[in-house]
């Protein structure tokens, strides 16, 4: 189920950004029109935060579009092929 939620928050973000960026509107202009930083919507946009209800419904307003729009995710381009979801590398230090 963890991995269904990482991706169910992924397509959510890219999502999001595509329509952001189909109505014209920077992350910076986006963001202060909905009260959220800029860091905050970047990282809903990379798909490594969750917004709440009430920032749904302001991002619905600010975009003009019903809910079921952001969670059409049939829209969204192909993503290329990743490696498989594993931890990175640990770097190894030198002795």
């Known amino acids: 189920m963890q991995v269904e939620?990482?991706?169910?928050?992924?397509?959510f973000g890219r999502r999001l950004r595509q329509i952001r960026v189909e109505s014209g509107e920077t992350q910076e202009?986006?963001?202060e029109s909905i009260g959220m930083s800029v860091d905050m919507l970047s990282l809903i946009?990379?798909?490594r935060n969750v917004p709440s209800f009430?920032?749904?419904?302001r991002m619905m307003s600010g975009l003009?579009?019903?809910a079921k729009y952001?969670?059409?995710f049939d829209s969204l381009p192909a993503v290329e092929k990743r490696r498989a979801r594993m931890p990175p590398a640990r770097k190894h230090r030198l002795r």
Request: aromatic share 14%.
């Open 5 to 11: 939620l990482e991706i169910l928050r992924e397509q």
């Open 29 to 31: 202009k986006f963001a």
């Open 45 to 47: 946009e990379r798909g």
């Open 54 to 57: 009430k920032k749904v419904a």
């Open 64 to 66: 003009k579009k019903p």
């Open 70 to 72: 952001f969670f059409d």
